[in-house]
């Protein structure tokens, strides 16, 4: 069974900064992509950032030049390090995962989601 598990959400300061982690554990044989969403109060959960089994990425524009996706050296960790943050970059984090499972077919995995909190 896989499991996704997030930490480093918390309340920061506008501009100010948070890393977010996000391990995959379990019997898998491949990751092919990880990403971060994030879903506020009220609106529907939307793609913040990606990256792909070969490196590549692909960001929200509202997040572009602020935000950086990166992986593990064991490939089955993804960190999102958000920078100059926002009010509004507040909401439920949730690490994603498309991966495909020993002798099982391959499908979209979720973490539990950490809260971000961006105020003064």
């Known amino acids: 069974q896989v499991q996704l598990v997030e930490s480093g959400g918390g309340l920061v300061q506008p501009g100010g900064s948070l890393r977010l982690s996000c391990a995959a554990s379990?019997?898998?044989?491949?990751?092919?992509?990880m990403g971060w969403y994030r879903q506020a109060p009220g609106k529907q959960r939307e793609l913040v950032a990606g990256?792909?089994?070969?490196?590549?990425?692909n960001y929200d524009d509202s997040v572009k030049g602020r935000f950086t996706i990166s992986r593990g050296s064991a490939k089955n960790t993804v960190y999102l390090q958000m920078n100059s943050l926002k009010p509004e970059d507040t909401a439920v984090y949730y690490c994603n995962g498309n991966i495909s499972p020993l002798n099982e077919r391959r499908a979209d995995y979720w973490g539990q989601g950490t809260q971000v909190t961006v105020s003064s």
């Open positions: 990256i792909t089994r070969d490196g590549s990425t």
């Open positions: 379990g019997s898998i044989f491949m990751i092919y992509v």
